[in-house]
């Protein structure tokens, strides 16, 4: 059972490490990129799938 939280976990901060590289290379507003990442820092797991389905085509 170790093994499936350990994968589980180091895919999810693969996860939110991708979204945090792409909001802040993004070349978007200042105020959007915080936003995203408070959102990402705050909810970790569903901020990075809200971004991921959300922000990245705004």
Known sequence: ???????FWLIEIILILYCLIDVISKGKSTGWK???VIVIFIFP????ILYILIGKNT
């Open 1 to 7: 059972m170790g093994l499936i939280w350990w994968i």
């Open 34 to 36: 915080v936003l995203w």
């Open 45 to 48: 797991l569903l901020g990075s």
